[in-house]
């Protein structure tokens, strides 16, 4: 099991940068394929970004192409989310995600483990 705590949330003004951060603890943790979700008040959950364990290959939902970057460090057991040029829509609870397999993902039935969630707000 892997238990997964984010961070790095805020408020911040459309057009600047923020980094999620996504601590996780448990055991073998670069055996697990990782991910992003987000939820927006009144709307569905969505995938966001997702990294494989074993060659770090990744996958994002395209309204954030070219503006996140998702990446893992093993060794400390953190995953990272970097968002740049923020826009009002991507206000939302970001979770940080995590499924023992070798691909990605973008069904959120498909991630067994979640974080608790951190809050990014994004003003125009």
């Known amino acids: 099991q892997v238990q997964l705590v984010e961070s790095g949330g805020g408020l911040v003004q459309a057009g600047t940068s923020l980094t999620l951060s996504c601590a996780a603890s448990?055991?073998?943790?670069?055996?697990?394929?990782l991910g992003w979700f987000r939820q927006a008040p009144g709307k569905e959950r969505e995938f966001v970004a997702a990294?494989?364990?074993?060659?770090?290959?990744?996958d994002y939902v395209d309204s954030v192409k070219g503006r996140f970057t998702i990446s893992r460090d093993n060794a400390k057991s953190t995953l990272y989310l970097r968002m740049n040029n923020l826009k009002p829509e991507d206000t939302a609870t970001y979770y940080c995600?995590?499924?023992?397999?070798?691909?990605?993902?973008?069904?959120?039935?498909?991630?067994?483990?979640w974080g608790q969630g951190t809050q990014v707000t994004v003003s125009s």
């Open positions: 995600v995590a499924r023992y397999a070798i691909y990605t993902s973008i069904r959120a039935g498909d991630y067994g483990y």
């Open positions: 448990g055991h073998e943790f670069n055996r697990y394929t």
């Open positions: 990294i494989t364990w074993s060659d770090s290959s990744t």
